[in-house]
């Protein structure tokens, strides 16, 4: 949804576990959202709807990463993903480990992204969110949930690659001055198809 509306999307893999995301626009004002590729899927969403509330309501102030603006953004990103009318009736003092499970099954959000919402709604007691946020930590869900959810992939960088080297006939070498890139990077960022075994 974010690409049919013009918005790049560009997966990479960040130096630290920290980054989810970043937005940068462009001289010509077009922003570009980078995303941590190694973020679960769940933490991705969340990362890209957090960001689109950057472009919508920050544009003119990206890089300022001022504690406000990014309660906003969350707040939008929350919101956007899995909107308060829809799910709050499912927030009360009965939620549990196992009702974020399904929850998470559902809105395709991270089980502490529910649980933080609910507790920054007041919808469920001082005491609950303690004891589940507890749970969380004993189980060593803080850095890794359980449900594993299906991760989304951009296409519309790939999409402009092939127009234009199918229908502009540009090289790769001309393809990847436009992107900044030297031309063994570009290829193995952009061309190389994803390998699909791996050491277990």
Known sequence: MIENNGIIIVQLEFDSEKIDGRT???????PIIFINKNAPADRQRLTLAHELGHVIMHINKLATF???EEEEAFRFGIEFLMPISECQYEMTDKL????LADMKR???VSMQSILYRAQKQNLVSYNRCRYLWAQFSSKGWRKSEPIEITKESPTLIKRM???MSDKLNYSNEDVAKIFALNL?????RYLTPPNKLRIV
Do not use: L
């Open 161 to 163: 690659i092939k127009m």
């Open 96 to 99: 549990s480990i196992e009702k």
């Open 106 to 108: 559902t809105w395709k």
């Open 184 to 188: 063994k990077e570009f290829e193995e």
């Open 66 to 68: 001022a504690v406000e």
């Open 24 to 30: 940068i626009v462009t001289e010509t004002g077009h």
